[in-house]
């Protein structure tokens, strides 16, 4: 290697052939390059930290590089690295259901592994689909609620609200329908439609993320509409799939979004928080009907889905030690501290005249700025920017700046994320 490769910047290199998500490389070509990661921190090539606002999309909230979780795949690892897991079985995938099984909702008796988000959203579409069918209906529309976000895969594309950048594939998807996010106000609106839209139904499963969509700047909704919602719709038979792939374990102040809700979902998605960000996962699990529906002497009514990953052992220790550190009391306990650090930080903000509103479920803090739309796009960027210069990663979404942290994350550290966004309020 010569050696003004050697010295040539890993965001330079970048360019030469790589191709990030959610990017359009002519106006965006600048990537920064992290060079390592500890607890909450991240360091780029420069040797410069930021605290990690959002634990990398909601994955790493244990920390980056927890020694626990990575002592336990590196035993895992000389034992067992990776088999196929149709015909075959493995101890961590079984404990882990046995372990998981314990803090999901009751109902909840079947996991089925797969290597992401989209895919956890996209078998629990299938499930949905299929249980009718093996049952001789013909149900094939589904619904979902206005802006919501399940994934980029075909099915999760197509249930997502949030379309934008979707046009190119819109002919292509399955077909949706979609109702608002329920609020005191319009509830007897959409219970009335649903009634409605109901004597005539063809409406095979209901997707929704429970109580705080991510992808649409975490809105939050009632706990209360929502439960009414599933109720008639479970009465008419229409499987429920809550998509708990950013809400899940521990975010909102339960184990699950699903924990508030006295009508549990006939089938939950998990991914993200599951392996701690440390190996992709997903996990799309299911009640004992739903699994009965495929349970026959007829192969064909099997779930014929399978990715070659599925359930590696690695990322099954990794959910493992996650759910066990999620159990400790520190994490409970540093759960109920950031829910009050940010309780006192809203009090202290919320009547700023910059911020319209603000909205807090858990260890998840949003709040709303207070300009005209046409600004958005701008600010968000200059935003970005200023939270980076002080060594904070957050990714403020439209006029919404939120906070998602690792349950890990000092007192000290996220009262540098407050600081940055009171000087922010300074740039509005
Ligand atoms: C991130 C996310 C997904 C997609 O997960 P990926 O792992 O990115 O495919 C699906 N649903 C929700 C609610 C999410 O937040």
Redesign the pocket.
Known sequence: MSDSLVEEKLSERDKKHLWHPLTQHKTNSEMLAIARAKGALLFDEEGKEYVDGIAS??TCMYGHCNPYILDRVKEQMQKLDQVVFSGFTHEPAIKLSEELIKILPKNQEKLFFSD??????EIGIKMALQYHHNKGQKRNVLLAFEE??????FG?MSVSGLSVYNGPFEDFFIEVERIPVPTPENIDDILNHLKKRLQHNNIAGFIY?PLV???AAMKMHDADGLDRILALLQQHEVLTIA?????GFGKTGKYFASDYLENKPDIM?L??ALTAGLV?M?LTTCTEKVYMAFYSDDVAKGLFHGHTYTANPLACTAALAALELLQTDEIQQQIKNITLWHQQFDKKIKNHPKVASTRQTGVIYALDLDVEMERYGNLRNKLFKHFMAHGIFLRPLGHTIYILAPFITTKEQMERIYEAIENALELV
């Open positions: 999309w909601y992401n988000g989209s895919t956890a959203t919501g976000f399940h994934g980029d895969t999760a993320e969509q991510g992808a998509d708990e792939v950013m809400t998605c991914s993200k992709p997903g």
